[in-house]
Protein backbone atom coordinates (compact mmCIF):
# COMPACT_ATOMS: atom_id res chain seq x y z
CA UNK A 1 0.00 0.00 0.00
CA UNK A 2 1.17 3.35 -0.73
CA UNK A 3 3.23 4.60 2.46
CA UNK A 4 1.51 7.54 3.69
CA UNK A 5 1.50 9.66 6.87
CA UNK A 6 -2.00 9.50 9.09
CA UNK A 7 -3.60 11.78 11.67
CA UNK A 8 -1.61 9.46 14.30
CA UNK A 9 1.29 10.60 12.97
CA UNK A 10 0.40 14.42 14.16
CA UNK A 11 2.38 15.83 16.62
CA UNK A 12 0.89 18.89 18.67
CA UNK A 13 -1.09 20.68 16.70
CA UNK A 14 -3.18 23.67 19.08
CA UNK A 15 -3.53 26.58 17.36
CA UNK A 16 -2.10 24.98 13.72
CA UNK A 17 -3.87 25.84 10.95
CA UNK A 18 -4.93 22.51 9.55
CA UNK A 19 -6.10 22.77 6.10
CA UNK A 20 -8.50 20.38 4.97
CA UNK A 21 -9.53 18.47 1.41
CA UNK A 22 -12.80 17.40 1.65
CA UNK A 23 -15.39 15.91 -0.71
CA UNK A 24 -18.71 18.65 0.13
CA UNK A 25 -20.11 18.14 -3.72
CA UNK A 26 -23.60 17.00 -2.09
CA UNK A 27 -26.11 16.17 -4.92
CA UNK A 28 -28.98 19.32 -4.12
CA UNK A 29 -32.03 19.64 -5.44
CA UNK A 30 -34.14 23.50 -4.60
CA UNK A 31 -31.07 24.08 -2.52
CA UNK A 32 -30.96 21.72 -0.10
CA UNK A 33 -28.86 18.77 0.07
CA UNK A 34 -30.82 15.46 -0.77
CA UNK A 35 -27.70 12.94 0.38
CA UNK A 36 -25.58 13.71 3.30
CA UNK A 37 -23.50 10.75 2.94
CA UNK A 38 -20.16 13.09 2.41
CA UNK A 39 -20.76 15.35 4.48
CA UNK A 40 -20.93 12.84 7.21
CA UNK A 41 -17.57 10.91 5.74
CA UNK A 42 -15.80 13.29 6.87
CA UNK A 43 -16.73 14.38 9.93
CA UNK A 44 -14.62 12.53 11.98
CA UNK A 45 -11.50 14.15 10.54
CA UNK A 46 -12.85 17.29 11.74
CA UNK A 47 -13.82 16.40 14.53
CA UNK A 48 -10.65 15.09 15.80
CA UNK A 49 -8.35 17.58 14.59
CA UNK A 50 -10.73 20.47 15.70
CA UNK A 51 -10.58 18.00 19.35
CA UNK A 52 -6.95 18.22 19.21
CA UNK A 53 -7.15 22.13 19.30
CA UNK A 54 -6.07 22.53 14.95
CA UNK A 55 -8.28 25.72 13.47
CA UNK A 56 -9.78 23.53 10.82
CA UNK A 57 -10.25 25.05 7.19
CA UNK A 58 -12.18 23.04 4.84
CA UNK A 59 -11.11 22.78 1.16
CA UNK A 60 -13.85 21.65 -1.45
CA UNK A 61 -14.89 21.76 -5.01
CA UNK A 62 -18.89 22.05 -5.45
CA UNK A 63 -20.20 21.73 -9.05
CA UNK A 64 -17.96 22.58 -12.32
CA UNK A 65 -17.94 26.00 -12.33
CA UNK A 66 -15.15 25.91 -15.07
CA UNK A 67 -12.91 28.82 -12.98
CA UNK A 68 -15.66 31.36 -12.54
CA UNK A 69 -17.45 32.51 -9.39
CA UNK A 70 -21.62 31.39 -9.91
CA UNK A 71 -23.53 31.80 -6.81
CA UNK A 72 -25.23 28.70 -7.26
CA UNK A 73 -22.01 27.05 -6.57
CA UNK A 74 -21.24 28.60 -3.49
CA UNK A 75 -20.13 26.29 -1.07
CA UNK A 76 -22.01 28.76 1.36
CA UNK A 77 -24.68 26.58 0.37
CA UNK A 78 -23.48 23.82 2.53
CA UNK A 79 -22.16 25.59 5.19
CA UNK A 80 -25.30 24.84 7.28
CA UNK A 81 -25.68 21.31 6.44
CA UNK A 82 -22.05 20.69 7.31
CA UNK A 83 -22.56 22.79 10.75
CA UNK A 84 -25.62 19.98 11.57
CA UNK A 85 -23.66 17.60 10.40
CA UNK A 86 -20.85 17.67 12.86
CA UNK A 87 -22.64 19.87 15.66
CA UNK A 88 -20.22 22.93 15.20
CA UNK A 89 -20.35 25.99 13.76
CA UNK A 90 -18.39 26.65 10.50
CA UNK A 91 -17.08 29.86 9.66
CA UNK A 92 -17.92 30.41 5.77
CA UNK A 93 -14.97 32.25 4.08
CA UNK A 94 -16.03 33.59 0.70
CA UNK A 95 -12.13 33.48 -0.76
CA UNK A 96 -9.40 30.56 -0.82
CA UNK A 97 -6.17 32.92 -0.67
CA UNK A 98 -5.59 36.54 -0.48
CA UNK A 99 -5.74 38.48 2.34
CA UNK A 100 -9.59 37.56 3.20
CA UNK A 101 -8.66 34.12 3.37
CA UNK A 102 -5.91 35.10 5.71
CA UNK A 103 -7.61 38.06 7.86
CA UNK A 104 -10.65 35.21 8.44
CA UNK A 105 -8.14 32.45 9.04
CA UNK A 106 -6.41 34.50 11.70
CA UNK A 107 -9.88 35.13 13.79
CA UNK A 108 -10.05 31.23 14.27
CA UNK A 109 -9.20 29.96 17.03
CA UNK A 110 -8.27 26.43 18.35
CA UNK A 111 -10.79 23.89 17.84
CA UNK A 112 -12.54 26.41 15.32
CA UNK A 113 -14.04 25.36 12.10
CA UNK A 114 -13.99 27.16 8.86
CA UNK A 115 -14.71 26.36 5.14
CA UNK A 116 -13.23 28.10 2.38
CA UNK A 117 -14.94 28.91 -1.17
CA UNK A 118 -15.23 26.47 -3.81
CA UNK A 119 -11.72 26.39 -5.02
CA UNK A 120 -13.00 25.60 -8.54
CA UNK A 121 -14.31 29.14 -8.60
CA UNK A 122 -10.19 29.47 -9.81
CA UNK A 123 -8.98 28.27 -12.48
CA UNK A 124 -5.85 27.26 -10.91
CA UNK A 125 -7.47 24.49 -9.02
CA UNK A 126 -7.85 22.29 -11.93
CA UNK A 127 -4.83 23.52 -13.63
CA UNK A 128 -3.16 22.61 -10.61
CA UNK A 129 -1.39 25.98 -10.62
CA UNK A 130 1.32 26.19 -8.55
CA UNK A 131 1.03 29.87 -7.38
CA UNK A 132 -2.37 29.38 -6.73
CA UNK A 133 -1.71 26.47 -4.71
CA UNK A 134 0.83 28.45 -2.60
CA UNK A 135 -1.26 31.43 -2.08
CA UNK A 136 -3.71 28.85 -0.15
CA UNK A 137 -0.34 27.14 1.52
CA UNK A 138 0.67 30.19 3.11
CA UNK A 139 -2.19 30.69 5.18
CA UNK A 140 -2.09 26.74 6.63
CA UNK A 141 0.88 24.73 9.18
CA UNK A 142 -0.33 21.38 7.89
CA UNK A 143 -2.46 19.49 5.13
CA UNK A 144 -5.16 17.10 5.11
CA UNK A 145 -6.85 15.21 2.19
CA UNK A 146 -9.66 13.16 3.07
CA UNK A 147 -11.54 13.19 -0.49
CA UNK A 148 -10.33 10.00 -2.03
CA UNK A 149 -13.32 10.99 -4.21
CA UNK A 150 -11.15 13.81 -5.73
CA UNK A 151 -7.90 11.34 -5.27
CA UNK A 152 -7.85 10.57 -9.35
CA UNK A 153 -7.52 14.49 -9.87
CA UNK A 154 -4.01 16.13 -10.09
CA UNK A 155 -5.71 19.82 -8.90
CA UNK A 156 -4.08 22.41 -6.94
CA UNK A 157 -6.12 21.02 -3.35
CA UNK A 158 -6.32 17.42 -4.47
CA UNK A 159 -2.43 17.23 -5.20
CA UNK A 160 -0.46 20.28 -4.83
CA UNK A 161 -0.52 21.11 -1.73
CA UNK A 162 0.60 18.26 -0.72
CA UNK A 163 4.04 18.76 -1.55
CA UNK A 164 4.29 22.25 -0.59
CA UNK A 165 3.17 21.05 3.59
CA UNK A 166 3.34 18.46 5.73
CA UNK A 167 0.68 16.17 4.12
CA UNK A 168 -1.59 13.90 6.10
CA UNK A 169 -4.17 11.14 5.03
CA UNK A 170 -7.97 12.00 7.40
CA UNK A 171 -9.73 9.02 8.32
CA UNK A 172 -12.27 8.49 5.51
CA UNK A 173 -9.40 8.48 2.68
CA UNK A 174 -7.07 6.06 5.57
CA UNK A 175 -10.58 4.02 5.74
CA UNK A 176 -10.69 3.80 2.09
CA UNK A 177 -7.23 3.00 1.67
CA UNK A 178 -7.34 0.41 4.15
CA UNK A 179 -10.53 -1.39 2.20
CA UNK A 180 -9.10 -1.06 -1.03
CA UNK A 181 -5.53 -2.72 -0.10
CA UNK A 182 -7.30 -5.40 1.87
CA UNK A 183 -9.52 -6.23 -1.41
CA UNK A 184 -6.75 -5.88 -4.06
CA UNK A 185 -3.64 -4.29 -3.06
CA UNK A 186 -2.58 -7.22 -0.76
CA UNK A 187 -5.74 -9.54 -0.23
CA UNK A 188 -6.59 -12.83 0.98
CA UNK A 189 -6.63 -15.27 -1.80
CA UNK A 190 -8.86 -16.76 -4.15
CA UNK A 191 -10.04 -13.46 -4.74
CA UNK A 192 -13.37 -13.30 -6.83
CA UNK A 193 -14.06 -9.87 -8.65
CA UNK A 194 -17.79 -9.06 -9.84
CA UNK A 195 -17.81 -6.69 -13.08
CA UNK A 196 -20.96 -6.15 -14.58
CA UNK A 197 -23.28 -3.27 -15.63
CA UNK A 198 -24.33 -1.76 -19.14
CA UNK A 199 -20.85 -1.88 -21.74
CA UNK A 200 -17.92 -3.35 -22.10
CA UNK A 201 -16.43 -0.22 -23.32
CA UNK A 202 -16.58 1.92 -19.62
CA UNK A 203 -14.54 -1.02 -18.23
CA UNK A 204 -12.17 -2.46 -20.47
CA UNK A 205 -8.99 -1.27 -17.79
CA UNK A 206 -10.92 -2.28 -15.24
CA UNK A 207 -11.20 -5.89 -16.91
CA UNK A 208 -7.74 -6.32 -18.52
CA UNK A 209 -6.40 -5.02 -14.85
CA UNK A 210 -8.13 -7.78 -12.92
CA UNK A 211 -7.40 -10.71 -15.14
CA UNK A 212 -3.84 -10.68 -13.67
CA UNK A 213 -4.68 -9.97 -10.57
CA UNK A 214 -8.09 -11.99 -9.15
CA UNK A 215 -8.46 -15.72 -9.48
CA UNK A 216 -12.20 -15.55 -10.35
CA UNK A 217 -13.57 -13.13 -12.67
CA UNK A 218 -17.25 -12.98 -12.95
CA UNK A 219 -18.80 -11.30 -15.90
CA UNK A 220 -22.58 -10.43 -15.61
CA UNK A 221 -24.85 -7.39 -16.78
CA UNK A 222 -24.97 -6.44 -20.54
CA UNK A 223 -21.12 -6.30 -20.95
CA UNK A 224 -21.53 -10.50 -20.41
CA UNK A 225 -23.12 -10.44 -23.91
CA UNK A 226 -20.49 -9.38 -25.47
CA UNK A 227 -18.73 -11.75 -23.84
CA UNK A 228 -21.01 -14.59 -24.72
CA UNK A 229 -21.19 -13.58 -28.17
CA UNK A 230 -17.51 -13.86 -28.93
CA UNK A 231 -17.97 -17.14 -28.02
CA UNK A 232 -20.51 -17.45 -30.68
CA UNK A 233 -23.75 -17.47 -29.02
CA UNK A 234 -26.63 -15.73 -30.34
CA UNK A 235 -27.35 -13.07 -27.90
CA UNK A 236 -30.65 -11.92 -30.12
CA UNK A 237 -31.79 -8.69 -29.57
CA UNK A 238 -29.32 -7.89 -26.23
CA UNK A 239 -27.69 -4.62 -25.41
CA UNK A 240 -23.98 -6.09 -27.05
CA UNK A 241 -21.14 -4.09 -28.43
CA UNK A 242 -20.19 -6.61 -31.38
CA UNK A 243 -17.47 -4.37 -32.51
CA UNK A 244 -15.94 -5.41 -29.16
CA UNK A 245 -16.12 -9.32 -29.21
CA UNK A 246 -12.56 -9.32 -30.31
CA UNK A 247 -11.84 -7.47 -27.53
CA UNK A 248 -13.61 -9.65 -24.80
CA UNK A 249 -11.83 -12.74 -26.67
CA UNK A 250 -8.47 -10.91 -26.06
CA UNK A 251 -9.28 -10.08 -22.24
CA UNK A 252 -10.41 -14.14 -21.85
CA UNK A 253 -7.11 -15.12 -23.37
CA UNK A 254 -5.48 -13.11 -20.77
CA UNK A 255 -7.23 -14.57 -18.57
CA UNK A 256 -6.23 -17.88 -19.35
CA UNK A 257 -2.64 -17.06 -19.34
CA UNK A 258 -2.65 -15.31 -15.55
CA UNK A 259 -4.50 -18.30 -14.61
CA UNK A 260 -8.06 -16.65 -13.86
CA UNK A 261 -11.38 -18.01 -14.21
CA UNK A 262 -13.67 -16.16 -16.43
CA UNK A 263 -17.75 -17.30 -15.26
CA UNK A 264 -20.09 -15.87 -17.84
CA UNK A 265 -23.73 -17.22 -17.48
CA UNK A 266 -25.26 -20.15 -19.06
CA UNK A 267 -28.70 -19.40 -18.18
CA UNK A 268 -30.44 -16.38 -18.27
CA UNK A 269 -33.77 -13.73 -18.20
CA UNK A 270 -34.98 -12.84 -21.13
CA UNK A 271 -37.75 -10.41 -22.67
CA UNK A 272 -38.79 -9.37 -25.75
CA UNK A 273 -39.91 -6.08 -24.55
CA UNK A 274 -37.97 -4.30 -21.70
CA UNK A 275 -40.57 -3.28 -18.95
CA UNK A 276 -41.57 -4.05 -15.35
CA UNK A 277 -42.53 -8.02 -14.94
CA UNK A 278 -43.31 -8.14 -18.87
CA UNK A 279 -45.55 -11.14 -20.40
CA UNK A 280 -43.03 -12.47 -22.58
CA UNK A 281 -40.43 -12.78 -19.41
CA UNK A 282 -38.54 -16.04 -19.21
CA UNK A 283 -35.17 -17.85 -18.33
CA UNK A 284 -33.77 -20.03 -20.94
CA UNK A 285 -30.44 -21.20 -21.46
CA UNK A 286 -28.01 -18.90 -23.21
CA UNK A 287 -27.97 -21.03 -26.38
CA UNK A 288 -31.57 -20.50 -26.77
CA UNK A 289 -32.23 -16.93 -26.33
CA UNK A 290 -34.65 -15.91 -29.97
CA UNK A 291 -33.53 -13.27 -32.30
CA UNK A 292 -36.47 -10.99 -31.10
CA UNK A 293 -35.49 -11.59 -26.89
CA UNK A 294 -32.90 -9.89 -24.60
CA UNK A 295 -30.58 -11.17 -22.25
CA UNK A 296 -31.82 -8.48 -19.03
CA UNK A 297 -30.29 -10.66 -15.73
CA UNK A 298 -28.37 -13.71 -15.02
CA UNK A 299 -30.29 -17.10 -14.58
CA UNK A 300 -30.86 -18.87 -11.03
CA UNK A 301 -29.04 -21.33 -12.04
CA UNK A 302 -26.04 -19.48 -13.10
CA UNK A 303 -26.26 -17.45 -9.67
CA UNK A 304 -26.28 -20.37 -7.58
CA UNK A 305 -22.80 -21.40 -9.14
CA UNK A 306 -21.50 -18.03 -8.70
CA UNK A 307 -22.54 -18.27 -5.29
CA UNK A 308 -20.69 -21.74 -4.57
CA UNK A 309 -17.57 -19.89 -6.33
CA UNK A 310 -17.65 -17.22 -3.69
CA UNK A 311 -17.65 -19.93 -1.14
CA UNK A 312 -14.34 -20.78 -2.16
CA UNK A 313 -13.03 -17.20 -1.87
CA UNK A 314 -11.93 -15.03 0.41
CA UNK A 315 -11.93 -11.71 -1.26
CA UNK A 316 -14.29 -10.11 -3.29
CA UNK A 317 -14.29 -6.75 -5.42
CA UNK A 318 -17.58 -5.96 -7.28
CA UNK A 319 -18.51 -3.17 -9.84
CA UNK A 320 -21.56 -3.28 -12.18
CA UNK A 321 -24.73 -5.04 -11.10
CA UNK A 322 -25.82 -8.36 -12.87
CA UNK A 323 -28.58 -7.40 -14.26
CA UNK A 324 -31.07 -4.40 -15.13
CA UNK A 325 -31.67 -4.34 -11.28
CA UNK A 326 -33.80 -0.92 -11.77
CA UNK A 327 -36.30 -3.08 -13.38
CA UNK A 328 -38.37 -6.01 -11.56
CA UNK A 329 -37.66 -8.98 -11.67
CA UNK A 330 -34.28 -8.23 -13.53
CA UNK A 331 -32.96 -7.26 -9.92
CA UNK A 332 -32.95 -11.27 -9.00
CA UNK A 333 -29.54 -12.11 -9.73
CA UNK A 334 -27.96 -8.85 -8.18
CA UNK A 335 -29.67 -9.13 -5.38
CA UNK A 336 -29.12 -13.03 -4.52
CA UNK A 337 -25.35 -12.63 -5.59
CA UNK A 338 -25.37 -9.64 -2.95
CA UNK A 339 -26.71 -11.50 -0.13
CA UNK A 340 -24.38 -14.42 -0.29
CA UNK A 341 -21.70 -12.48 -0.38
CA UNK A 342 -23.19 -10.81 2.74
CA UNK A 343 -23.65 -13.76 4.02
CA UNK A 344 -20.09 -14.94 3.52
CA UNK A 345 -18.58 -11.31 5.34
CA UNK A 346 -20.80 -11.77 8.06
CA UNK A 347 -20.12 -15.48 8.50
CA UNK A 348 -16.30 -13.88 8.55
CA UNK A 349 -14.96 -16.14 5.55
CA UNK A 350 -14.72 -13.03 2.98
CA UNK A 351 -13.85 -9.84 2.47
CA UNK A 352 -16.03 -8.19 0.16
CA UNK A 353 -15.72 -4.36 -1.23
CA UNK A 354 -17.71 -2.74 -3.64
CA UNK A 355 -18.16 0.47 -5.33
CA UNK A 356 -19.82 1.97 -8.48
CA UNK A 357 -23.11 4.69 -8.83
CA UNK A 358 -25.38 1.64 -9.66
CA UNK A 359 -23.27 -0.64 -7.19
CA UNK A 360 -23.72 1.39 -4.27
CA UNK A 361 -27.52 1.91 -4.94
CA UNK A 362 -28.03 -2.03 -6.25
CA UNK A 363 -26.45 -2.87 -3.16
CA UNK A 364 -28.31 -0.73 -0.82
CA UNK A 365 -31.79 -2.37 -3.05
CA UNK A 366 -30.39 -5.75 -2.22
CA UNK A 367 -30.48 -4.61 1.73
CA UNK A 368 -26.42 -5.59 2.43
CA UNK A 369 -24.96 -2.02 2.61
CA UNK A 370 -24.11 -2.85 6.04
CA UNK A 371 -23.47 -6.60 5.47
CA UNK A 372 -20.27 -5.98 3.35
CA UNK A 373 -16.78 -4.96 4.67
CA UNK A 374 -16.68 -1.33 2.29
CA UNK A 375 -18.47 0.37 0.05
CA UNK A 376 -16.60 3.03 -2.18
CA UNK A 377 -18.66 6.30 -2.82
CA UNK A 378 -16.06 7.56 -4.70
CA UNK A 379 -17.21 6.57 -8.70
CA UNK A 380 -14.30 8.05 -10.86
CA UNK A 381 -11.62 7.12 -8.16
CA UNK A 382 -12.98 3.77 -7.47
CA UNK A 383 -13.09 2.96 -11.16
CA UNK A 384 -9.59 4.33 -11.70
CA UNK A 385 -8.12 2.39 -8.63
CA UNK A 386 -9.97 -1.24 -10.00
CA UNK A 387 -7.86 -0.06 -13.56
CA UNK A 388 -4.72 -0.23 -11.51
CA UNK A 389 -3.75 3.02 -12.03
CA UNK A 390 -2.15 5.26 -9.27
CA UNK A 391 -3.95 8.07 -8.35
CA UNK A 392 -2.39 11.34 -8.15
CA UNK A 393 -3.81 12.21 -4.55
CA UNK A 394 -2.37 9.47 -2.84
CA UNK A 395 0.77 9.80 -4.60
CA UNK A 396 1.25 13.22 -3.35
CA UNK A 397 0.63 11.99 0.26
CA UNK A 398 3.64 9.34 -0.23
CA UNK A 399 6.37 11.24 -1.94
P1 LIG B 1 -21.71 1.30 -11.99
O1 LIG B 1 -22.37 2.67 -11.96
O2 LIG B 1 -21.93 0.57 -10.69
O3 LIG B 1 -20.27 1.35 -12.40
P2 LIG B 1 -22.67 0.76 -14.66
O4 LIG B 1 -23.01 2.19 -14.82
O5 LIG B 1 -21.54 0.22 -15.44
O6 LIG B 1 -22.47 0.42 -13.09
O7 LIG B 1 -23.91 -0.14 -15.08
C1 LIG B 1 -25.17 -0.05 -14.50
C2 LIG B 1 -26.27 -0.21 -15.50
O8 LIG B 1 -26.17 -1.39 -16.27
C3 LIG B 1 -27.62 -0.25 -14.84
O9 LIG B 1 -28.37 0.89 -15.20
C4 LIG B 1 -28.25 -1.54 -15.36
O10 LIG B 1 -29.63 -1.39 -15.67
C5 LIG B 1 -27.47 -1.78 -16.63
N1 LIG B 1 -27.53 -3.20 -17.02
C6 LIG B 1 -27.12 -4.25 -16.31
N2 LIG B 1 -27.37 -5.40 -16.97
C7 LIG B 1 -27.98 -5.07 -18.13
C8 LIG B 1 -28.47 -5.81 -19.24
N3 LIG B 1 -28.41 -7.16 -19.27
N4 LIG B 1 -29.03 -5.13 -20.26
C9 LIG B 1 -29.09 -3.78 -20.21
N5 LIG B 1 -28.62 -3.02 -19.20
C10 LIG B 1 -28.08 -3.66 -18.17
MG1 LIG C 1 -23.18 3.89 -13.57
Known sequence: MANFKTLDDLGDVTGKVALVRVDLNLPMADGRATDLTRALAVKPTILELAEKGAKVVLLAHFGRPKGERHSTMS?????GEQERVIGKEVMFIPEVQGPVAAQAIGILRAGDVGMLENTRFWPGEEA???????????????????AF???HRAHATTEGLAHLLPAYAGRALEKELTALDAALGNPETPVAAVV??????????????LVSKVQHLIIGGGMANTFLAARGVDVGKSLCEHDLTGTAEEIM??????????????????AKEFAANPPSLRTCNVHEVAPDEMILDVGPQAVEALGDVLKTCRTLVWNG???A?????FDA??????????ALTVEGSLVSVAGGGDTVAALAHAGVTDDVTYISTAGGAFLEWMEGKELPGVAALSA
Open 253 to 270: EAADAAGCTVHLPYDVVV
Open 325 to 329: FETPP
Open 128 to 146: NDPEFAKGIATNGDFYVND
Open 149 to 151: SAA
Open 333 to 342: ATVALARTAA
Open 196 to 209: GGAKVSTKLAVLQN
Open 321 to 323: PMG
Open 75 to 79: LSLIQ
